[in-house]
């Protein structure tokens, strides 16, 4: 079963830094998987921040573009999202997300992981 962890938030001032991180496990070696940051404020709907899918394309949403960058460590199955130059808008619990697709030989049916969340304030 995947597992997902995220660590890494906090509150900040404005104008400044955070770097988040996410943990996965339980992958399946032959199944391939995208992975991407969602963000929930107060009062609001689940929103996309950044993803990068298996083939190391990556997107952000334009609320973040210039300002948070996301990587992974596929060795060591974890995914980040730096945060530069944050907003009070940007306060929110942030999630991280998995979805498993097919590999490049093998059917795997998809199916969407998240974690648990971590939260992000930041202060004006």
């Known amino acids: 079963q995947v597992q997902l962890v995220e660590s890494g938030g906090g509150s900040v001032q404005a104008g400044g830094s955070l770097r988040l991180s996410c943990a996965a496990s339980g992958y399946t070696s032959y199944c391939s998987y995208d992975m991407s940051w969602y963000r929930q404020g107060p009062e609001k709907e689940r929103e996309f921040v950044a993803g990068?899918?298996?083939?190391?394309?990556?997107n952000y949403a334009d609320s973040v573009k210039g300002r948070f960058t996301i990587s992974q460590d596929s060795a060591k199955n974890t995914l980040y999202l730096q945060m530069n130059s944050l907003k009070p808008e940007d306060t929110a619990m942030y999630y991280c997300?998995?979805?498993?697709?097919?590999?490049?030989?093998?059917?795997?049916?998809?199916?969407?992981?998240w974690g648990q969340g971590t939260q992000v304030t930041v202060s004006s």
């Open positions: 990068v899918d298996s083939n190391r394309n990556i």
């Open positions: 997300k998995t979805v498993r697709r097919s590999g490049s030989r093998v059917i795997c049916p998809r199916e969407d992981y």
